[in-house]
């Protein structure tokens, strides 16, 4: 009792606070409060007599990672692995290779020394409520690592995941088709597959639903890109590839509050800039958008870049997302009708959704702040990479300023870089889908080879092993890899009660009506908070 309840209250703290403070407490919560004791069964045996909150196993390698939610999955357990600093990161690892398992055992007088502690993080929040300014994190980075999942998770992460096989382990690289929340959203992304590595000319993936949703995949393919090592290759928002040269870094990098924010997105490092979260005032236009300006150095003649941004989606904006479906109630199914019946009614709420909660990048010319697009949103389950042309032919002098804006606490920028090269050119491949099962064997190849509405529905738990054959790489050449996914999820809510007419309405009438509820349901949090430590 004593562990479940520390661990709902760092829950709440992680929803809270996001990526940074949540680290720090999840470690606490798990580290203070557990010993280790020698299973007597495998991993496999194990968990299919008994469901383990957070296993430790030996393996042959001499590594000992701890997995929180552990599970098996054909010849491989997963889990959460929880890292020495406090973070985590999806892990795969396949059974041969573990000699030995632990299980946690709860040790009631570390609980109360780590009761203890989390009062002194209540203060901590509770004295930034008070004051009007955030808490801040450790002023050095942490360790790089992947993704924004904490201690405690991934939060109500939205979207298939897909790992990719590196030739030794399993790796969380990609979040597909992030909100695309319904049918008629249906869209194609995009992903890089950093950890894709193809063996004897044969990659493998896994595609996972881990979420309570329905995912619907209508088609997945991977293009091999063979390009010069001089540059890598990402997409835009729009699914068009580019090559990135020699990033330029910002010199300059400040958020809404005025707070330097430069050395959180001068690197890809994993310490990422968040929105600050407390002293936001609902009724204050100005408080209901957040996000960044910065400052590069322009070559002389320059008239447009490439933005290179690192960045994803927060677990606060998909759980504000949730809240917005689950505000329709018993309506719910009659409002996804609706929206299947008049696709244009569902382009224009994603369009309205899209201005308030996707990252907006605007570019300072002579005249003003000129919109360039947006970046998509990317889901809050790992970093994506995204690449948006810049318009620089009306910009004046030797420094570009460039601004990311969005509603509070919906984005984690890693990093921002501007690339001031043309594209170069490359080859595309795409690789022939070899296989295709899921857990219980059946072959879903013909589902997902190509986008005709026959999708394969992923049900929570569900998952397939994918089998691609590769060519090999041209001689002098670099290869990447990247998926094409399509399709569309539903998120599940309860479809009970009447539907919350008034914030539907202003929804619909308020232009910042996202940012204002983020920010209102942020306050109440803290005064919450706040009444708690009294």
């Known amino acids: 009792m004593w562990f479940t309840s520390l661990r709902n209250a760092c829950v709440r703290y992680h929803d809270l606070l996001g990526y940074a403070f949540a680290a720090a407490l999840g470690a606490l919560c798990l580290a203070s409060c557990m010993s280790w004791r020698q299973a007597a069964a495998p991993p496999a045996d194990l968990l299919a007599r008994q ?13 000992r990672p701890v997995l929180q939610h552990p599970f098996i999955r054909s010849d491989s357990l997963g889990g959460n692995e929880i890292l020495a600093d406090g973070r985590s990161m999806d892990e795969m690892i396949a059974l041969k290779d573990v000699v030995r398992t632990e299980v946690s055992h709860l040790d009631a007088g570390r609980t109360v020394l780590a009761v203890a502690a989390l009062g002194t993080a209540t203060v901590l929040l509770v004295n930034a409520a008070k004051s009007g300014t955030s808490y801040q994190p450790s002023s050095q980075p942490p360790p790089s690592g992947g993704g924004s999942c904490s201690i405690m998770g991934c939060g109500p992460i939205s979207c298939p995941l897909v790992y990719s096989w590196d030739g030794h382990r ?6 597909t088709f992030g909100g695309a929340i319904a049918e008629a959203l249906q869209r194609t992304d995009v992903d890089n597959l950093d950890f894709a590595h193809a063996e004897d000319g044969v990659l493998r993936l896994r595609v996972a639903n881990e979420l309570a949703e329905t995912d619907y995949l209508d088609a997945l393919t991977v293009v091999a890109v063979d390009h010069d090592a001089s540059v890598t290759v990402a997409p835009g928002p729009d699914g068009t590839l580019h090559t990135i040269g020699a990033l330029v870094a910002p010199v300059r990098a400040t958020d809404d509050r005025g707070v330097d924010a430069l050395p959180r997105v001068v690197a890809a490092d994993g310490w990422n800039w968040e929105s600050t979260v407390s002293g936001r005032d609902p009724g204050n236009a100005a408080d209901l958008r957040s996000g960044l300006e910065l400052a590069f150095v322009r070559p002389r003649g320059a008239t447009r870049a490439h933005l290179v941004v690192d960045a994803n989606s927060s677990t606060w904006g998909a759980y504000m997302l949730e809240e917005f479906i689950r505000a329709h109630g018993r309506a719910t199914q009659a409002w996804y009708d609706s929206m299947n019946a008049h696709p244009q009614l569902a382009l224009a709420i994603q369009s309205r959704l899209a201005r308030e909660a996707f990252l907006a990048v605007s570019v300072r010319a002579a005249s003003g702040w000129r919109s360039q697009g947006l970046i998509w949103e990317a889901g809050p389950e790992i970093v994506k990479r995204q690449v948006l042309d810049l318009d620089l032919s009306h910009v004046a002098g030797d420094t570009v300023l460039v601004r990311l804006t969005s509603a509070p606490s919906f984005w984690t920028i890693d990093r921002v870089a501007l690339d001031f090269s043309a594209d170069q050119e490359f080859a595309v491949h795409e ?34 092993d994918l089998v691609f054959t590769a060519p090999p790489v041209p001689p002098g050449m670099t290869r990447s890899y990247l998926l094409e ?8 809510t309860p479809e009970t009660g009447e539907p919350d007419v008034a914030a539907l309405a202003g929804f619909g009438r308020d232009s910042l009506a996202v940012g204002r509820a983020s920010v209102v349901r942020i306050n109440a949090a803290l005064l919450a908070l706040a009444a708690e430590a009294r």
């Open 51 to 63: 469901p383990q909150k957070v296993v430790r196993v030996t393996l042959r390698d001499g590594r």
């Open 170 to 175: 399993w790796h969380l690289d990609s979040g």
């Open 431 to 464: 690789l022939r889908l070899v296989s295709a099962r899921d857990r219980d064997g059946s072959d879903v190849a013909p589902l997902i080879a190509a986008a005709d509405h026959r999708d394969y529905a992923l049900s929570h738990g569900a998952s397939a």
């Open 485 to 492: 996914s399509t399709g569309w999820y539903r998120v599940d």
